[in-house]
């Protein structure tokens, strides 16, 4: 099977899908070869990532890779969120077929711009 079983649930059962009204930062990225775009919302209390939520229009494995990849900052100080790494978010999901790398670099990408646009903010 190409996918593991964690990518199916979370492409089946997304974590953290919609928008935070008035969020604290917001990063959109996107991949124009392979359609993928993702949006991240943040919350942050106290330096802490209160609340995390993503809009992504793409493949299984890119909302998978969002849906991951909020789950793992959510509750996080601000600069451990800032250290999540696209293979950690690939190896939380037990692996990524190589051709779908992009979408876990995706979500590490989106996360960094939503926590660069909260600090720009402050």
Known sequence: MLYSEKVMD??????NVGVIENPDGVGEV??????????IYI????DIISDVKFQTFG?????????????LIKGKPVSQALE?????????????PDYKLHCSVL????????????????
């Open 30 to 39: 996107g991949n124009a070869k392979c359609g993928d775009i993702m949006k």
């Open 107 to 122: 979500a590490e990408e989106a996360i960094k711009a939503a926590i660069e646009d909260y600090q720009k903010k402050q």
């Open 43 to 46: 919350k942050v209390d106290n």
């Open 10 to 15: 979370h492409f089946m059962n997304p974590r």
């Open 59 to 71: 493949c299984g494995s890119a909302i998978a890779s969002s849906s991951m990849a909020t789950e």
């Open 84 to 96: 999540l790494t696209n293979k950690a978010v690939a190896e939380a999901l037990d692996g990524l």
